[in-house]
């Protein structure tokens, strides 16, 4: 097996640095709370028009004749569109190309678009959808994955026989040997919900035609402008260079401003040039909550047999995930769940199904956590069910079979190049939490007969691989351009979502330089000025984009250094360069200031600028036996959650949340902690609140008055614990925050509810009836009420 | 409130952030359509339209309503503030400061409407607790932040103001100092 050792550099030993490992303030703060930021749906252009798009009325139905003629002549109608006005690509899809950009030969959920309505108003091509008649013949459909995979299941894609997407697998070790070795082997069954992003900014796009070229730019709320603009350019049947997408201002995107987001900049790109105009296009609440994709409903088995004294043997695990009509990112998400299915526990025998399957409910994709807040829900009730059969306690079963440095992974890898901080993690958590008095005061406190308020603690436990792992090409750039004055451009193929990439880059920009932060401008994300350096996804900014800034700063700082060594008359191997200035090391009134070194640079005729690039350390996968180096590296996080049950009404109130993450370095405190307080936010939307109830395909929560995010009112105290092993690949150190953040405290609250009434339930969210009836009364997920029969 | 027939415009005239503005509107414009189609007030954001995510709050005679439910047509001679009438002869509002001190912003989409809602907290109750903030902004929906820094910069924002008052002139310059901020 090989490994590339990344060149860890000068600057990794020392605790002590100028402008990263601080809690700077946020380059794009003033912009925001002026209201002066720019986001897509802010944009106007002389002559703008406004799209608005018709959607299918069946989740699945043959499309037999598409008329628009009436509404052609409506008032205010500049143009209809349909799939027969897309000169390229009919269909698109990050791996499978399954997706239609307008529906064309058949519907299969109720967000697919039929046609499209171009307009001199908004009210025009409203108004106008109504006259746009579609026949259509409705086909048989399936709306949960056991439907989907049952022997004569209608079929969704030719191409997908029995509607399955993909099927991924771990083969470890000797599944029959490992249950005989057990003492005890316990199997449950849990399952998980469709839950919404929920960003605040729906969904934006404005395209303007670039006369007499044939080309287009987009300007868009769009997490990942690359692939955006490979999906237009293809839909166009252009080449990539007459594509120019430029990213907004986002209003959050949480992985979900993706396939939807290349599928509306497509649409808005066919009609700005079918008219020849700029066209907008915005998505109500309503439409991003019916067209947008969902995170997976998993539904999963866990068959686990330990020793007697509580050590592991073997687990066997069958996944069904809901994939929804189209295959978007399904095959990732569910790759990313077989590797880390186990939890991060030693099992010597594994044995690992996961099949992604199409269904005619929403589509699924990406969302942060991207497969992982179902497993984790999963093996984190088993270890407290387990814990539960064996008499010992759950922190225990955990500290007992929890990974430490050297051990073996579910897919053969030995974690053995970075600090495998699993133990740190999980006693930090359960320390601030309380956890093991708590627990033992909870267990007979409940005991008790006649309250009416319980309380519980419970934890959960996680390790998570950083970036893309053995999904696919993993390298990104940043360009540095240093200005004559001293001022600071950074372009980075990774885009601002929110999270607040563009002051960690613009941070490390700073630190490498020795300039100020407040010299540096980070450029919007611009597909026209900086090579294609993948998605901004998997918590792969600050590892892989960090690296690039860094690489990029380090070769204009060299430069700037052999000017500064003239000017100072010594080697530029004595020069530091820090705070606005370059000095001789320990005689810092030997300096020249950094504007005065940019300035000389500039006159003497150099090159003030550098394109850095940083590729991945390799990872293999084996597709068969499911063994590999799956990541470069991991993160490990324990959320421990303390909550009160009202035993009257089912409500479960989390009190108070300890959140411990190793982050390798924080390159900014601050905002590692941002990340923190909202990734607990949304972990307990979904282990509480939140539930996208589709009922036969219908998507009956469309807007915020019933589908539930955290309030200011439901949010706990949280307690972040920010744990440092720096990372022998991150820059400075630093992994990643964003994804572990949201995918602990679903489990975590279900155990605490256990501890605290003795009801296990293994069934997402933990809403009013099942806290109190131990069962769901909704019609969700079409396997229940009335529709159903 | 102004009455006029389906299809039909009309002129209204209110104040927004101080300055009086006249706008031709019809029955079915919202103030939302007004003061982002009209006056190109783009600060004010729309996240749901149906009142339920608070992105779209300004303050009405200085109440927070939210602006995707209230008809243009309702504002004639009134009030209108927006964020972008926070700031002040070029200075930052101390909830501005103190929101970009606190890392109170990530996305920054829910911002504009969290602004306004503390500024009419503040402005009812310049002494609010972690709980008074809490309600006063629970209309106002973040799905970045989990709410703590925000709160966090609602509380000092508030302290800036109060220790501001005796010489009132001087708010916002006050708050701007380094002894106010939060290191």
Known sequence: ?789 | MKEIGPGAMTTISFKVNGGLVEVEVSADDRLIDVLREGLRLTGTKEGCGVGECGACTVLLDGKPVNSCLVPALQVEGREVETVEGLAKDGRLHPLQEAFIEHTAVQCGFCTPGMLMSAAALLRENPDPTREDIARAISGNLCRCTGYHQIMAAIEDAARRIRAAVPETSEAEGAAGTPEARRE
């Open chain 1, 1 to 789: 097996m090989e490994i590339e050792r990344y060149d860890t550099g000068e600057h990794d030993p020392r605790e002590e640095f100028g402008v990263v490992h601080r809690a700077a303030k946020r380059v794009d703060g003033v912009e925001k709370v002026t209201g002066k930021a720019r986001f897509a749906a802010d944009l106007y252009f002389d002559g703008m028009l406004h799209a608005r798009v018709l959607r299918a009325k069946f989740p699945h139905a043959r499309i037999l004749r598409i008329d628009a003629s009436e509404a052609q002549n409506a008032p205010g109608v500049v143009a209809v569109i349909t799939h027969e006005d897309v000169p390229g690509a009919k269909t698109f899809g990050p791996v499978r190309r399954d997706m239609p950009v307008l529906a064309f030969d058949k519907t299969r959920y109720l967000g697919d678009g039929v046609a499209m309505i171009v307009a001199t108003t908004l009210e025009a091509a409203e108004q106008a959808l109504e006259l746009v008649r579609v026949d259509y013949e409705e086909l048989p459909a399936v709306f949960s994955p056991e439907e989907a995979i049952a022997e004569g299941a209608p079929v969704l894609h030719e191409d997908a026989p029995g509607n399955i997407v993909n099927h991924h697998k771990v083969r470890k070790g000797d599944m029959e040997a490992g249950f005989a070795a057990s003492d005890v082997v316990i199997e449950r069954e849990y399952r998980t919900q469709f839950i919404e992003h929920a960003y605040i900014e729906p969904e934006a796009a404005v395209a303007v035609p670039n006369p007499g070229e044939g080309s287009v730019t987009v300007y868009g709320s769009i997490q990942n402008p690359f692939t955006a603009r490979r999906v237009v350019a293809e839909v166009l049947g252009v080449s990539l260079n007459k594509v120019r997408i430029v990213q907004c201002t986002m209003g959050g995107s949480f992985g979900g401003k993706d396939d939807v987001m290349s599928c509306m900049c497509a649409r808005a790109a066919l009609a700005a040039l079918k008219t020849g105009r700029p066209v907008k296009m915005v998505n109500t609440r309503e439409e991003s909550i019916v067209e947008g994709y969902k995170r997976h409903p998993y539904m999963l088995k866990y068959r686990v047999g330990a020793t007697k004294d509580g050590k592991l043997q073997a687990m066997e695990i069958r996944i069904l995930a809901d994939g929804g009509a189209y295959a978007s990112m399904t095959p990732f998400v569910t790759w990313r769940s077989v590797v880390q299915a186990t939890g991060p526990y030693e099992i010597p025998n594994v044995n690992t199904d996961v099949h992604g399957v199409y269904t005619n409910n929403t589509y699924t994709g990406a969302m942060r956590g991207f497969g992982s807040p179902q497993i984790i829900f999963a093996h984190e009730s088993l270890m407290d069910e387990l814990a539960a059969e064996l008499g010992m306690d759950p922190l225990d079963l955990r500290l007992k079979n929890g990974f430490r440095p050297g051990s073996v992974t579910a897919t053969g890898q030995t974690l053995d190049d970075h600090a495998v901080s699993l133990v740190e993690v999980m006693q930090k958590a359960a320390d601030a939490i309380g956890y093991r008095e708590k627990r033992k005061a909870y267990n007979e406190a409940a005991r008790r007969a006649g309250s009416k308020k319980v309380r519980g603690v419970g934890i959960a436990a996680s390790y998570r691989g950083v970036s893309l792992g053995g999904e696919g090409v993993d390298a990104t750039g940043a360009i540095v351009s240093v200005q004559q004055d001293g001022s600071v451009y950074v372009y980075a193929g990774l885009a601002e979502n929110g999270q607040g990439l563009r002051t960690i880059f613009s941070q490390i920009a700073a630190e490498e330089l020795g300039c100020h932060l407040e010299d540096v401008v980070f450029m919007d994300t611009d597909t026209s000025l900086i090579p294609d350096g993948g998605p901004t996804v998997a918590s792969r900014s600050t590892t892989m984009g960090g690296n690039a800034v860094r690489d990029a700063a380090r070769k204009v700082r060299e430069m700037l250094l052999s000017v500064a060594g003239e000017m100072l008359g010594t080697s530029c191997e004595a020069l530091r360069a820090a705070g606005g200035r370059v000095f001789v090391a320990g005689r810092p009134e030997r300096s020249v200031s950094f504007a005065d070194v940019a300035r000389a640079a500039y006159s003497r005729g150099e090159l003030m600028a550098a394109f850095g690039w940083y590729k991945g350390p390799k990872v293999w996968w084996d597709e068969e036996s499911g063994q590999g180096r799956a990541y470069f590296t991991y993160v490990y996080g324990c959320q421990a959650a303390e909550v009160e049950v009202d035993t009257e009404t089912g409500r479960v109130k989390v009190l108070k949340v300890a959140a411990a993450h190793d982050v390798g370095r924080a390159i900014n405190p601050a905002t590692v902690e941002g990340q923190i307080y909202g990734g607990v936010a949304m972990g307990m939307g979904y282990g509480l609140l939140e539930e996208v109830e589709m009922a036969r395909g219908v998507t009956r929560t469309q807007n915020f008055d019933e589908y539930l995010i955290a309030t200011s009112m439901d949010v706990p105290e949280v307690m972040p614990i920010v744990v440092e092993n720096p990372d022998p690949y991150g820059p400075y150190g630093a992994k990643t925050i964003g994804e572990p953040t949201c995918e602990l405290l679903a489990p975590a609250i279900a155990n605490a509810v256990c501890n605290a009434t003795g009801r296990r339930i293994r069934e997402l969210p933990l809403d009013l009836e099942k806290v109190l009836l131990g069962r769901s009364l909704k019609a969700a997920r079409g396997r229940r009420g009335s529709e159903q029969a």
